[in-house]
């Protein structure tokens, strides 16, 4: 349904994730990782599953170029995300992401990627599953940003409750 999906590096070095389709002939989307310094592990599953999906690393001119050279050499792609603002950055990514033919994203990363982009105004729709379990703990030290969405949709999936809301349309 998506041509990409996007996390953020302290999701991929907390879950070392495949961010894959795994619902039969599915088309793969390509992978992305936000990752302004390109701490990605050489040894990680994203890597190490090229053949099924390709994938993209979105860094930072702060971004070391031997830790670049090694992501290439791996069979990654970079996109270099330039501005002055994590705004900014974002907007750069999205807009060569879409040069490369990438024309939506599902961001499935935490908190930290989420907020960055509802800040940046680069969110069109929200799609939650609530599941009927409460989990408890220390709140993350995460920023916030508050969206106001049109209407919501709710609809049953299993035991869980899928929340949809439209932010905007392009």
Known sequence: ECDSIAVGIGTVLA??????????????????????????????????????????????????????????????????????????????????????????????????LAAAFAAAGQIDEARVFVAPLLLGGPAPDVPVAALQGGPTEAESVGEDTLIRTRFKEW
């Open 15 to 112: 879950d070392d994730p495949l961010l894959t389709a795994r619902l039969g002939e599915a088309r793969q989307p390509v992978r992305v990782v936000f990752d302004s310094s390109a701490r990605l592990p050489l040894d990680c599953r994203l890597l190490a599953t090229l053949d099924e999906a390709p994938l993209t690393v979105v860094h930072g001119p702060e971004a070391a170029p031997q830790r670049l050279e090694a992501l290439l050499a791996a069979g990654a792609e970079t996109i270099l995300a330039a501005g002055a603002t994590p705004g900014e950055r974002i907007a750069a990514a999205l807009a060569e992401l879409g040069r490369r033919g990438l024309t939506s994203v599902l961001l499935e990363g935490g908190a930290t």
